[in-house]
């Protein structure tokens, strides 16, 4: 089992940028993928981005450029950063990752984006 905390949310002006952290309990060398989502009030749950055990990286296409996925196995982290953010990023935001075939969730960081 593994339990992950995020944290790092909060409330920022467009344009402006914000690092979220995803604190895993144990070894992360043992977990596959590690992922962020976000949801929006009334909206499934998406993928923002991905990132695998050895660090192959794949992005949810509007944050393209924008965000960047990354994980210290090391010190059990996996973070995301979020620059030039927009309105529309604004949502809960949650860790996830795969080990041994079972999907772990953290309890999710709020972002707001607005002015």
């Known amino acids: 089992q593994v339990q992950l905390v995020e944290s790092g949310g909060g409330l920022v002006q467009p344009g402006g940028s914000l690092r979220l952290s995803c604190a895993a309990s144990?070894?992360?060398?043992?977990?596959?993928?590690m992922a962020w989502y976000r949801q929006t009030p009334g909206k499934e749950r998406e993928l923002v981005a991905v990132?695998?055990?050895?660090?192959?990286?794949n992005y949810e296409d509007s944050v393209k450029g924008r965000f960047t996925i990354s994980r210290d196995n090391l010190k059990n982290i996996m973070y995301l950063q979020m620059n030039s953010l927009k309105p529309e990023d604004t949502a809960d935001y949650y860790c996830?990752?795969?080990?041994?075939?079972?999907?772990?969730w953290g309890q999710g960081t709020q972002v707001t984006v607005s002015s």
């Open positions: 144990g070894s992360m060398f043992s977990i596959k993928d």
């Open positions: 996830k990752a795969q080990l041994y075939g079972n999907d772990y």
């Open positions: 990132i695998s055990k050895w660090g192959s990286t």
